[in-house]
């Protein structure tokens, strides 16, 4: 049974940090994922299977970094410098069907709320 479970989010004030995790049944490709009140899920950041290759939305770059445990097939999303633009739920997704953009398999998502 394929499984994507997420944790970590929370309530955090601007300017602190998070670390989202994210524990698959599956080795893939994987993403991250979030959706605002009132908004379209929008990408976030994306690591190949092997780590080789990351991307990330504009909007994060040099605030957040996705990376990957293998050993414990983790993947996880460092947020740094969080802003409350940031608040959403943020979802795990894996096995990409067109990476780094597409997947079959989401988790259920984790709320990250940041005050000002």
């Known amino acids: 049974q394929v499984q994507l479970v997420e944790s970590g989010g929370g309530l955090v004030q601007a300017g602190g940090s998070l670390r989202l995790s994210c524990a698959a049944s599956?080795?893939?490709?994987m993403g991250w994922f979030r959706q605002a009140p009132g908004k379209e899920r929008e990408f976030v950041a994306a690591?190949?299977?092997?780590?080789?290759?990351?991307v990330y939305a504009d909007s994060v770059k040099g605030r957040f970094a996705i990376f990957r445990d293998k050993d414990k097939n983790t993947v996880y999303l460092q947020m740094n410098n969080l802003k409350p633009e940031d608040t959403a739920v943020y979802y795990c997704?894996?096995?990409?069907?067109?990476?780094?953009?597409?997947?079959?398999?989401w988790g259920q998502g984790t709320q990250v709320t940041v005050s000002s």
């Open positions: 997704a894996g096995e990409a069907s067109k990476w780094p953009d597409e997947y079959i398999y």
């Open positions: 690591i190949t299977r092997s780590g080789g290759r990351i």
């Open positions: 599956m080795r893939s490709g």
